[in-house]
C-alpha cells in the first residue's frame, strides 16, 4: 500500500515515538513492524493491517504498561508476553519497538554446548556496546547492545518476526538497531526484562 493514508499512519505512529522508517507513504516492513508494537501496546489483535479497530485507538491510543515504575528516568523496558520494548529517557516514552525474544526450542551451538532458546527475566544493566555485525558462536548481530556480560544482547537483525525466535538475544529491526545505540549510555543503563 501507499498514499496519503499510510503517510498519515506513518506520521502518527512517530509521534507516538513507534518508529514507521522514513515518512514516504509506503507501507513497507518498517512501517509493519511499528504497527505490530502499537497493537500489542493497545492489547488489538496484531495483525499488522490498519483497520477501523487500529485506526480509532490511533486516535486515543493509550501508553506502553510501565513495568518498573520505579526503574529510573533512563531505562530500557522489555515485555516478553508483548515482544515489546520500550527506551524511556528523562522519565518519558522515547521508542518502542517490536522485538523478537527467545523462541523455547533446544538448540546445540557450534562451539560447543546446548541450552534452551530463552531471553533470561531480570534486572540487569548495559555492559558494552559493539558496532558493526558481530560475529559470535550463534551466529551474526548488528550493533549489539549487551546486557549479561558479552553473552546476552540487544541487537539488530535481518529476521524480526512476529512470534520469538532468537536464541536468547533480544533482536530489534535493522533500521532501528542503526540509532539505538546513540540513545542510552553503555554501559550503565538499566534493562529491565519482564515477562
Known amino acids: 500500500m501507499h498514499g496519503t493514508d499510510v503517510r498519515d499512519v506513518q506520521a502518527r505512529l512517530a509521534d507516538l515515538h513507534y518508529y514507521p522508517g522514513v515518512i514516504d507513504g509506503r507501507f513497507g516492513q518498517n512501517t509493519l513492524e511499528a504497527v505490530w508494537a502499537f497493537q500489542a501496546v493497545q492489547g488489538i489483535p496484531v495483525t499488522g493491517n490498519v483497520g ?3 485506526r ?3 486516535a486515543d491510543p493509550r501508553n506502553p504498561a510501565q513495568l518498573v ?3 529510573g528516568g533512563q ?3 522489555i515485555d516478553l508476553s508483548l515482544q515489546v520494548l520500550v527506551l524511556y529517557l528523562a522519565g518519558q516514552v522515547a521508542l518502542v519497538s517490536h522485538i523478537s525474544s ?3 526450542y533446544y538448540y546445540c551451538s557450534p562451539a560447543g554446548g546446548c541450552g534452551t532458546a530463552v531471553t ?3 534486572d540487569f544493566r548495559t555492559t558494552v556496546f559493539m558496532p558493526g555485525w558481530v560475529t559470535v558462536p550463534l551466529g551474526e548481530m548488528y550493533n549489539p547492545v549487551f546486557f549479561i556480560g558479552t553473552a546476552y544482547a540487544i541487537h539488530g537483525s535481518e529476521s524480526v518476526p512476529l512470534g520469538p ?3 536468547g538475544c533480544v533482536r530489534i529491526p535493522m533500521d532501528i538497531a542503526e540509532f539505538f545505540h546513540h540513545l542510552l549510555p553503555t554501559p550503565g ?3 529491565y526484562i519482564r515477562r
Open 52 to 54: 477501523s479497530a487500529t
Open 56 to 58: 480509532r485507538v490511533l
Open 69 to 71: 515504575p520505579g526503574g
Open 75 to 77: 531505562r530500557v523496558e
Open 102 to 104: 527467545g523462541g523455547g
Open 120 to 122: 533470561p527475566t531480570g
Open 165 to 167: 525466535v532468537s536464541h
Open 189 to 191: 543503563t538499566p534493562v
